[in-house]
Nanobody
Framework: VQLQASGGGLVQPGGSLRLSCAAS????????MGWYRRSPGKQRELVAV???????NLADSVTGRFTISRDNAKNTVYLQMNSLKPEDTAVYYC?????????????WGQGTLVTVSS
């Protein structure tokens, strides 16, 4: 199973970006899908996660600015990022817990760079 992330780029402070991540392969079901990020010199941190039923959990630092959603029919998770700040600059990685022919496993996307700068 592969996760393909897209949507990163350069944006000015206060701007918006929408990240997408599509899972493909022999997938029977997907449980949690989420977004993590790693900023220069920092450890990877959870940004947002969404269950198969649509329950969400967001980091305090992005609550009120970011929204996570998913399209189960397309095996795709989205991250709408508004009111972006320079401290949101990071490589964003998507993650999914999925079930295939051999049982449950976890996959990571390749990462997409978000740069918030004037």
């Amino acid at each position: 199973v592969q996760l393909q992330a897209s949507g990163g780029g350069l944006v000015q402070p206060g701007g918006s970006l929408r990240l997408s991540c599509a899972a493909s392969g022999s997938i029977f079901a997907i449980n949690d899908m989420g977004w993590y990020r790693r900023s220069p010199g920092k450890q990877r941190e959870l940004v947002a996660v969404i269950t198969s039923g649509g329950r969400t959990n967001l980091a305090d630092s992005v609550t009120g600015r970011f929204t996570i959603s998913r399209d189960n029919a397309k095996n795709t998770v989205y991250l709408q990022m508004n009111s972006l700040k320079p401290e949101d600059t990071a490589v964003y990685y998507c993650n999914a817990d999925w079930r295939g022919p051999s049982g449950w496993a976890e996959s990571w996307g390749q990462g997409t760079l978000v740069t918030v700068s004037s």
